[in-house]
């Protein structure tokens, strides 16, 4: 039974190109939320989908877009990259539901912007 | 808006030696979680709390939840270099759904 699978593990882009990051979420799983972790900090929230629709959404502007598609994968779309979108993106799937569940994360996508 | 402080920032404790982790939060959390993560890894799922004190233990892992539900700490006993990582605490950004504020982190080193 895989984990949660990000791709790719690392990317490199230059200020002003866009970027998109892949998530495909544990076995039976049907959310998967995205964050965002910069050097020795913790995870920020970004957003979360289920059953396609973004949920909930964290402080980020709207540079940062999300997907997720009928096969609970999801999409992180960053367009008009900063130097400060350098971070460490990671994915986090769960079951839908109330607030007591566990989030399982995937291994992160590292995003160098230069 | 809502926020979870952690401290400290840094521990660096002699292998065999305790080491507590606490978590504040400005509001009252409906839970709270622990994660750990490794150097150059991901966070993993440790715990999660949900009662007003309540007490949860794994092996050499003490997790407490305080009463008022905006306060939690994690407690580990005789330290072994496995424990390396920084552990984190997050708690709901609401009380529906599952989407979390993590803290700040306390980074744990166990000098051999």
């Known amino acids: 039974d895989a984990g949660v699978t990000q791709s790719p593990t690392h990317l490199i882009k230059t200020r002003g190109q866009q970027v998109t990051l892949r998530c495909s979420p544990k076995?039976?799983?049907?959310?998967v939320s995205w964050y965002q972790q910069a050097l020795g900090q913790g995870p920020q929230f970004i957003f979360q989908y289920y059953e396609e629709e973004e949920r909930q959404r964290g402080n980020f502007p709207d540079r940062f877009s999300g997907h997720q598609f009928p096969n609970y994968s999801s999409e992180l779309n960053v367009n008009a990259l900063l130097l400060g979108d350098s971070a460490l993106y990671l994915c986090?799937?769960?079951?839908?539901?109330?607030?007591?569940?566990?989030?399982?994360f995937g291994q992160g996508t590292r995003l160098t912007v230069v | 808006g809502q926020q979870v402080m952690q401290i400290p920032q840094y521990q660096h404790v002699q292998e065999g030696e305790d080491f507590t982790t606490y978590c504040n939060s400005s509001t009252t959390l409906s839970n709270i979680q622990w994660y750990k993560q490794r150097p150059g890894g991901h966070p993993v799922f440790l715990i999660q709390l949900v009662k007003s004190g309540e007490v949860k233990k794994q092996k050499r892992l003490t997790f407490q939840f305080g009463e008022a539900k905006k306060n939690s700490s994690l407690h580990i006993t005789a330290t072994q270099t496995t424990d390396v990582g920084t552990y984190f605490c997050a708690g709901p950004l609401s009380n529906t759904g599952n989407q979390f504020y993590f803290g700040t982190g306390t980074s744990l080193t166990v000098i051999p």
């Open positions: 076995s039976g799983h049907d959310t």
């Open positions: 986090a799937s769960s079951l839908a539901g109330g607030p007591n569940t566990e989030a399982f």
